[in-house]
């Protein structure tokens, strides 16, 4: 069974970056594909990106695109999720989830996700 701790959040202008990170513990980090939600106050927890076990495959909510990018280090048990250009409505709690996986899968629905982290707070002010 995997452990998830984020770490990485914090307060940040409207414009600026962040880099989260998500460290696993437990054995055979690579059999997991990982996934980062997002849930701001009043509202659904939402997709924000995943990452196939390898970190070949990966895909991102539409409104991130080209904004934040999801990576991994295998050898580290860390997946990272680098945000720039950040804006306000992108101020949630973050969490990374992680699923065992088959190559190149990724997962899309929080239900796909028995192991999540505690989350890290994401502010953006204007």
């Known amino acids: 069974q995997v452990q998830l701790v984020e770490s990485g959040g914090g307060l940040v202008q409207s414009g600026g970056s962040l880099r989260l990170s998500c460290e696993a513990s437990g054995p055979s980090f690579n059999t997991y594909g990982i996934g980062w939600f997002r849930q701001a106050p009043g509202k659904e927890r939402e997709f924000v990106a995943a990452?196939?076990?390898?970190?070949?495959?990966?895909d991102y909510l539409d409104s991130v695109k080209g904004r934040f990018t999801i990576s991994r280090d295998n050898a580290k048990n860390t997946v990272y999720l680098q945000m720039i250009s950040l804006k306000a409505e992108d101020t949630a709690v973050y969490y990374c989830a992680a699923r065992v996986a088959v190559p190149l899968a990724l997962a899309y629905s929080p239900r796909q996700y028995p192991y999540w982290g505690q989350g890290t707070q994401v502010t953006v002010s204007l």
């Open positions: 990452i196939s076990r390898s970190g070949s495959i990966t």
